[in-house]
């Protein structure tokens, strides 16, 4: 029973499959069977933030979860933000106000803020921090990413007022 | 660190799920959230010998209400109630909590069987759920029972639960229509564990106070009713001194922890404080259903 | 056309790879047949290894090697004592003593704090390794554990390191002026005792080491997440018997290093070795639990000050004894330490100091350099000093700064101690007394404050202003060095043993040599944190690559410059005199069309036939320079905060803030700042919230990141920025260092912001961290 159990799990739009035995946290599974590096591993006990995916179209830290538990699960990682060679614009308001320095905890932080933008699409400053105290940041000490949180709102809100980029499901919805 | 090896079930009813933790006596661990139960398996201080997945049993995760009661189904997530128009409705002092609880991706996983059966002494679901009263529905060998919240929580991490049974639904009696609350809470951080905290909620009738209910998290080593400071408040009414007493008294009442997040000392006087602010809070904001 | 792009807040070349997932840290680089290591860690602070039993361990399925220290002490000498050596400038005019031991790979005869390692599995899977550490049988006879810098100093002490007879790893003493007649005629004196506590830099990625080693060439790589890469393959080759030549480092993307990545550790040796050994490549990525209990720590400093003041609160003189508690092993030696005394009088004109150190081991985690090493320390005491001086004399805090400050018009000061390179410090240029107006004004001015704290004290609120001053010695040697080669492609390629962990530098160098070579910084490649592609390299620490990197990049261009010209010359039969860089290409003053571009110059001097180079020069366009600064040059700034505090429950709010610096000339505003949000964060961090605790036993209290509480967010606020550009007269550029400072003032400015809200209870907060329960005892004592 600790055995080794396939996994069939659709990433970023793709179906994928795996093997790996139930005690595979979710993260190595992501990083190590499926070569999806761009998902970091911080702490291993859900604070940093480090590890945060869309599971089913909302943020869940993945070293929290083991990979089986993925089976049949729609999951987007930081690799399925951007539209080929086009960012996504939270990824372009992190680059234009300098919001990611050592670049660990931003696969993480971008999750976490698209996904506090999907309940709270135009929020204050405060409320962002708030949203983004979900991810450690040593780097930066959040100025320039409460900025870029911020301005990816307005840019999000402008391309589709009425619906969210990522639809429940995970996937890049285009605006009708 | 990874976590250590163990079976793995994933069964498709809470009766599976019971046969199996019946059969491996205690070395068994449901796995609900999993924001509690797997960073203690990261760290190797859990090594279950399996995992009984709960998250692919159907009709786990409704909610409720009825008689006066709003009823989840264990599975419920956190994330879900936050948004749910039920509990804004019926139980605002719930939503309200939720606010304190860790993080929104968290919150996307955890669950409110979970948070219970947890019983983490410094969560804010069980303190809300002894501020309203309420009982869970416990599936086992034997069959079902209920349990009600001054009976389930026994100590730190601990409930009345037998390692072989399984919360199912989590019923709370709605916050009574037109009371007030409100949640004091003293943590390092947003989002930390409370060091302290102080659920207040009020129904008053004029200058009088009908119902007063006021319940911990953080301080002792469970979330307890501080009825005494209750009773102070009904009896007395909501004036300065009414509440000052009723602070003063729920201080003595309760039973602090000392840990190096605080002193016993500083958790009794975060006590009084807190009663205090939250009962003023609640008059004050007088949210309320 | 020559557009300036030093100065620009270009977009980082960094950040798509980084923003895209594409990012390559060591966790993420992939080996073939490479097998994974997990270290075994001692549970207790001290004790005697009686015996390490690895069977069960290594019958563990996977596990490919199992070792203990007493079997690897036989194999591989130990790591130098001292990793960071101070010059003989310095060891021959400042009085000291330093007695530093030896670190082994694996501990092999006692355990000297929980968590030293001491032995390491190999497995086909991190999981397996792990499952096999836990079947590892220690059997240790426990010792008493020296949990205190100042018990380690008593007699009686047990020895954390037997041979050395003592636990003092170093002492030094400096002065300047005569204290002792100097306090003892001044008409005020005060004394305190000062403790800024134990915390760390708690990178986001913790650290991690790969290596292979080639059986065929018999040489080795490793990749590690280090701030050094020279220093590693340096100890890796001396330890291994190996020409440096054959070994080779580098560091890929690296998530933060703060200094605690910036000098070798036992593992840098320990997984080399290993891949040697088994023919395989071996990886170790540490977890965060092993990061808290291995990865240095830093600060925990105890100071006795006494400070002589007149009546218009003039520091006359200031004499300071302190300990520093290092823990088991000291491999940055009286560095840090050193920084303290260095820093001590900070901007202020102080004519008698006398300060002493010493260095104490303890069982606990090494401490080494973290983000302002050792200045912050001093900052906390200079600055809780001159705010007890304010009060004692019942002036404004900033006054007092003001009265005491080194004015613009006293530059170049003589600070009359010597810096830890051995040369006497030399305030090189800048305004503090401005900076600290800047600030002030930043925060909404002092006399508007007083008003506001004043309405809300009457309604029951109290808010504080704090201030916090500093300099820096920021671009320190002793060297670094820069090859600058012109490609055929025309590129522009630099490469150096600096190393990044998140700085930008791909993109401010980028900026520097566009400059330098008049091309696009699209045309110029940077390539750091690699041993191959230079001979000799300092790394990245003490906020000085961006001084040394610029110097040394300047330097090797201006002679490449040289040579570039005359082969160019060559081609367009005309004096090297007549020719400017231009436009990607080298050309005729004064004629556009006659220009040849560098891709073509890159071609001409190749060796061989048909080349284009005139007789006399050598063949190749490149270049190497080592830039040996003269000294340090200072950076300053003034950091002002405004908090709020609520007494009753402790909590404190950061409701303004503020900082005022001087980095010299800037390369890029923008990621500057990103630098000082950053440090002041970790500064906000130690100042109230980050702390390693030990209980009496040796027991490190915090294992995770929920009991090491790093900032998020909603605990820091937002920061108000002014700038002044002070040239350095030391480097061609001008610039400064900045990538420290903003670390070293927030736990001075904040905890004299506490200290103004609760002056009305008359209370002191002289150590770190400012808890929320200290705040409600302190209140509460008062009170009564």
Redesign the interface.
């Known amino acids: 029973m600790s055995d080794a159990v396939d996994i069939r799990l659709t990433v970023n739009g793709q179906a994928r499959e795996g093997r790996c035995e139930p005690r595979k946290l979710l993260v190595d599974f992501l990083r190590e069977e499926l070569g999806l590096t761009g998902t970091h591993i911080g702490c291993e006990h859900g604070i940093c933030g480090a590890c945060t995916i869309f599971y089913n179209g909302e943020a869940a830290r993945s070293c929290l979860m083991f990979a089986v538990q993925a089976d049949g699960a729609e999951l987007v990682t930081v690799e399925g933000l951007a539209n080929g060679e086009e960012l996504h614009p939270m990824q372009q308001a992190f680059h234009e106000h300098h919001a990611l320095q050592c670049g660990f905890c931003t696969p993480g932080m971008l999750i976490a803020a698209l996904d506090y933008l999907k309940i709270n699409p135009d929020p204050s400053e405060d409320e962002i921090r708030e949203g983004i105290s979900a991810v450690l940041c040593r780097c930066t000490g959040y100025v320039n990413i409460v900025k870029a949180v911020k301005a990816a709102a307005v840019v999000m809100r402008a391309a589709a007022p009425h619906t969210n980029p990522l639809s429940a499901s995970g996937e890049r919805e285009e605006p009708a | 660190m990874k976590p250590a090896k163990f079976d793995y079930y994933r069964p498709a009813t809470i009766d599976e799920a019971v046969a199996i933790l019946e059969r491996y006596q205690g070395e068994a661990r449901v796995l609900a959230g999993g924001q509690s139960l797997v960073p203690m398996m990261n760290f190797r201080l859990a090594t279950p010998a399996a995992i009984v997945d709960l998250n692919r049993i159907p009709g786990l995760s409704d909610i409720e209400a009825a008689d006066g009661f709003v009823r989840f189904g264990a599975m419920t997530r956190q994330r879900q109630l936050e948004f749910a128009p039920l509990v804004t409705d019926k139980l605002p002092l719930l939503r309200e909590a939720l606010r304190w609880v860790g993080h929104l991706p968290t919150r996307t996983r955890g669950t409110i069987g979970g948070s219970i059966a947890n019983a983490d002494p410094a969560a804010e679901i069980p303190m809300v759920f002894q501020a309203l009263g309420g009982e869970v529905v416990v599936r086992g060998p034997r069959g079902e029972r209920r349990v009600m919240a001054p009976d389930l929580f026994t100590g730190p991490l601990t409930t009345s639960l037998a390692s072989d049974e399984i919360i199912t639904d989590v019923r709370f009696a709605a916050v009574p229509p037109g009371a007030a609350f409100a949640i004091e809470e003293f943590a390092r951080r947003k989002g930390d564990f409370a060091i302290a905290a102080i659920a207040a909620v009020l129904v008053r009738d004029g200058e009088r106070c009908t119902v007063a209910r006021l319940a911990t998290a953080g301080i002792g080593p469970v979330p307890v009713r501080l009825r005494e400071a209750e009773v102070i408040l009904e009896e007395r009414g909501l004036g300065e001194p009414a509440i000052a007493a009723a602070a003063e008294r729920a201080a003595e009442l309760v039973e602090p922890m000392s840990d190096h997040n605080a002193s016993a000392d500083y958790r009794r006087h975060l006590t009084g404080v807190l009663t205090r602010r939250a009962v003023l809070k609640a008059i004050k904001d007088g949210n309320h259903v | 056309m020559a557009e300036r792009h030093i100065g620009r807040s270009l977009?980082?070349r960094?950040?798509?790879?980084?923003?895209?997932?594409?990012?390559?840290?060591i966790?993420?680089l992939e080996l073939p047949r490479m097998l994974h290591a997990a270290f075994v860690r001692s549970p207790v602070a001290h004790a005697r290894i009686r015996s390490v039993d690895l069977s069960a361990a290594a019958a563990v399925p996977g596990v490919a090697l199992a070792l203990s220290g007493d079997e690897l002490v036989k194999l591989l000498p130990p790591l130098p004592d001292t990793q960071l050596s101070l010059p003989n400038k310095w060891t021959s005019h400042v009085e000291h003593e330093f007695h530093n031991p030896q670190q082994p790979g694996l501990a092999h005869d006692k355990v000297r704090h929980v968590g030293e390692a001491v032995a390491v599995i190999v497995a086909e899977s991190?999981?397996a390794a792990?499952?096999a550490t836990?079947l590892v049988s220690l059997d240790l006879d426990p010792l008493p554990a020296v949990v205190s810098a100042e018990a380690a100093l008593a007699p009686d002490a047990p020895l954390v390191h037997d041979h050395l007879r003592t636990n003092l790893f170093g002492r030094f003493s400096i002065a300047k002026g005569d204290v002792g007649p100097a306090m003892a005629a001044a008409p005020h004196r005060l004394q305190r005792r000062f403790y800024h506590h134990r915390y760390a830099?708690?990178?986001?990625?913790?650290r991690g080491v790969a290596a292979l080693y080639d059986a065929r060439t018999d040489a080795i790589t490793i990749w590690s997440s280090t701030q050094v890469v020279h220093w590693v393959r340096r100890e890796v080759a001396a330890i291994l018997g190996m020409p440096e030549a054959r070994v080779r480092c580098l560091a890929l993307?690296?998530?933060?290093g703060?200094g605690v990545k910036g000098h070798v550790y036992p593992e840098d040796l320990v997984i080399p070795f290993l891949a040697r050994r088994l023919g395989r490549p071996v990886r170790w990525?540490e977890?965060?639990?092993e990061h808290l209990q291995s990865a240095a720590h830093s600060r925990d400093q105890l100071h006795e000050v006494e400070v002589g003041f007149d009546n218009d609160g003039r520091i006359l003189a200031l004499r300071d004894n302190f300990i520093l508690d290092c823990g088991a092993w000291n491999p940055i030696g009286g560095g840090v330490p050193y920084n303290t005394a260095a820093h001590m009088t900070g901007p202020y004109r102080i004519d008698n100091l006398a300060v002493s150190a010493h260095t104490a081991a303890t069982n606990k985690v090494p401490n080494t350099a973290y983000r302002g090493a050792g200045r912050p320390e001093a900052v906390f005491v200079m600055e809780r000093i001159v705010d007890l001086v304010a009060g004692q004399l019942g002036f404004e805090p900033a006054e007092v700064r003001r009265r005491n400050m080194i004015g613009a018009e006293e530059m170049p000061y003589r600070a009359g101690i010597l810096y830890r390179d051995g040369e006497p410090i030399v305030y090189d240029g800048g305004d503090y007394p401005a900076a600290l107006r800047q600030a002030l004004e930043a925060i909404g001015g002092v006399e508007a404050f007083r008003q506001r704290q004043r309405e809300a004290r009457e309604g029951g609120r109290h808010l504080g202003l704090g201030i916090g001053c500093y300099v820096e010695g920021t671009g320190v040697g002793p060297f670094e060095g820069a090859t600058v080669r012109i490609e055929p492609s025309g590129k522009v390629y630099v490469s150096s043993g600096a190393c990044s962990?998140?700085?930008?530098m791909e993109t401010i160098f980028a900026q520097v040599v566009a400059d330098a070579w008049r091309v696009a910084p699209e045309d110029v490649v940077i390539a750091l944190a690699d041993t191959a592609a230079i001979t000799a390299g300092s790394g990245t620490f003490a906020s000085r690559s961006t001084v040394t990197l610029s110097a040394a990049i300047h330097h090797a261009s201006e002679r490449l410059r040289e040579k570039a010209f005359a082969i160019a010359g060559n081609l367009l039969e005309c004096a090297p005199a007549d020719l400017e860089l231009r436009d990607g290409g080298v050309g005729v003053v004064g004629v556009p069309g006659d220009t040849v571009s560098l891709s073509r110059l890159a071609h001409a001097a190749r060796p061989g036939w048909d080349h284009g180079r005139p007789p006399g020069v050598d063949a190749g366009l490149k270049e190497t320079h080592y830039w040996e600064p003269p000294t340090v040059t200072w950076s300053y700034a003034v950091h002002a905060a405004i908090v709020e505090v609520d007494p009753?429950?402790g909590?404190v709010t950061i409701d303004k803030y503020a900082v005022a610096h001087d980095c010299g000339v800037v390369v890029n505003p923008?990621?500057v700042?990103?630098q000082?949000?950053?440090?002041?964060?970790?500064g906000i961090g130690g100042a109230l919230?980050e702390e390693l605790?030990y209980d009496s036993e040796g027991q490190l209290?915090a294992?995770?990141?929920?009991?090491y509480?790093?900032?998020?967010?909603?605990?820091?606020p937002?920061?108000a920025m002014a700038h002044q550009h002070t040239p350095s007269p030391l480097n061609p550029l001008g610039v400064k260092g900045v990538g420290e400072g903003?670390a070293v003032a927030p736990p001075a400015a904040i905890a004299n912001a506490i200290c103004d809200a609760l002056s009305p209870f008359g209370v002191e907060f002289n150590a770190t961290p400012v808890k929320?329960?200290q705040i409600?005892?302190a209140v509460?004592a008062a009170r009564k």
């Open positions: 977009l980082r960094e950040d798509r790879r980084l923003l895209t997932g594409r990012g390559q840290f966790a993420d991190r999981y792990e499952d836990g830099a708690m990178p986001i990625e913790c993307d690296v998530g933060g703060f990525i977890d965060r639990h962990q998140g700085q930008g009753e429950i909590r923008l990621l700042e990103g000082i949000a950053g440090g002041t964060t970790q919230l605790p209290l294992g995770s990141l929920a009991d509480l790093v900032p998020t967010a909603s605990d820091v937002d920061m903003g929320p329960e409600v005892t509460r």
